[in-house]
């Protein structure tokens, strides 16, 4: 039985005097999985010619080998531990290359739309702007309703804002700042049904939820494999259904141009492949851990954060714990201030004077904190965090 709590700390890399309840915004490799990456990494400097022209993927020098690509092996992996085929799924470095790799392929014309919504990540939002500006398209922001509100009417807002020259709508299966974990099929279906593609943001969502990509009914997903799923930075996968496939191209094109979705994506150029290949193991040591029980312990602590520290500091629980993964975003006391640099102020102070690190933003007129909760994470953690925050209120 491994360990779950301050005792299994010394299974990840973290710096013990610091409490980390930050493990969303750029993931946490375990020792045992930088390890497997490193195994990985001098396997190729023994004969990188070999390992990356050979071996690595389809775009090779030499006679046909009868073995599989490795990029294609560990693609397998991801695939089965993502409910998803592996001729149809990716590895790129991360969530905005995938989405990007989306918004490149698709061909807009002037007028029509691209639809986000207020909860997107900043960059992508940033993305889509800049693929509708390089044709005339523009993008379109959903509005969403506060969470108290419940998730069908952050689900009708999202569908509700489709317009007749909509091409595209980009929707977070776990939203950023927000940490909403939402419908993404129910939200799916509707929009496919007005004949609208959808590209889900799955940003945090391959370890944290359970997933079944192929049956979700979007056109395309992305995913990072390096928060969640206990895989070394930086490894992330772009999934496509079949029929959208034809014409789907990386950022960054290279010698596999037309030969195929797994053939481009697996060689975009000379890189270290060694995230990609070794995100089995991560997935592995997760399952070795138990999958379950570790979803299990994530969610428990982030709702216990939900229902402990608003009471502790006299705010609002503005969440359903439907809608909650292993992140957990609430309201801080009003008098913390409401601003960008209030918020910059506060996450320093936790972090220099309380070595606690954890996200803080402002948003609609008041500052928030997104906790997230990992197997190295305990109550002690929120405890901490709980006092830091009172004593500043
Ligand atoms: C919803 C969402 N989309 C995309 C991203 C971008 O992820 P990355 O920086 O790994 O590309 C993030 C990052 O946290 C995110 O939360």
Do not use: C
């Not at 392929?105 to 029509?112: A, E, L, T, V």
């Not at 009471?311 to 439907?322: A, I, N, Q, Y």
Request: hydrophobic share 45%.
């Amino acid at each position: 039985m491994l360990p779950f709590g301050r005792e299994a700390l010394p299974h990840w890399p973290l710096d013990p005097d610091v409490t980390y309840l930050n493990h969303g915004t750029v993931g946490v490799t375990p020792v045992r999985v930088l390890e497997a990456g490193r195994k990985i990494r001098d396997e190729i400097e023994r004969r990188p010619a070999q390992f990356l022209l050979r071996e690595l993927s389809a775009i090779a020098v030499g006679l046909p080998r009868a073995e599989a690509p490795r990029m294609r092996i560990a693609a397998a992996r991801v695939a089965t531990f993502l409910g998803a085929r592996e001729p149809d799924l990716v590895f790129v470095e991360n969530a905005t290359t995938g989405v990007n790799a989306v918004l490149r392929s698709m061909d807009f014309r002037p007028g029509d739309e691209i639809l986000v919504t207020d909860l997107a990540y900043g960059a992508i939002a940033k993305s889509a702007a800049h693929a509708a500006a390089r044709s005339g398209a523009t993008v379109r922001t959903a509005e969403t309703p506060p969470a108290d509100k419940g998730g069908g009417a952050i689900v009708d807002a999202i569908v509700g804002a489709i317009g007749p020259r909509t091409r595209l709508a980009i929707v977070d299966h776990v939203a950023s700042e927000s940490a909403l974990v939402l419908p993404l099929r129910e939200i799916a279906a509707r929009i496919r049904a007005k004949g609208v593609a959808v590209l889900g943001d799955g940003a945090h969502a391959p370890g944290m939820l359970p997933l079944e990509i192929a049956s979700l009914g979007v056109d395309w997903y992305t995913g990072n494999l390096h928060k969640w799923a206990w895989s070394p930075r930086s490894a992330a996968i772009l999934w496509a259904a079949p029929e959208r496939q034809a014409g789907l191209h990386p950022p960054v094109i290279s010698w596999g141009l037309g030969e195929g979705l797994a053939t481009e994506f697996d060689w975009v150029g000379t890189r270290n492949p060694a995230a990609f290949l070794a995100a089995p193991a991560g997935i592995d040591w997760m399952e070795a851990w138990g999958v379950d029980a570790v979803r299990a312990h994530n969610h428990a602590l982030a709702w216990e954060a939900a229902v402990t520290l608003p009471r502790r500091w006299g705010t609002e629980r503005p969440v359903d714990e439907s809608m909650v993964g292993s992140m957990v975003t609430l309201p801080l006391p009003m008098h913390l201030g409401s601003a960008s640099g209030d918020a910059a102020r506060l996450r320093d102070a936790l972090l220099f004077e309380d070595r606690i690190e954890v996200q803080i933003h402002p948003w609609r007129g008041r500052l928030w904190v997104r906790i997230s909760t990992q197997v190295y994470n305990d109550s002690a953690d929120l405890e901490r965090l709980g006092a830091a925050v009172a004593r500043r209120a």
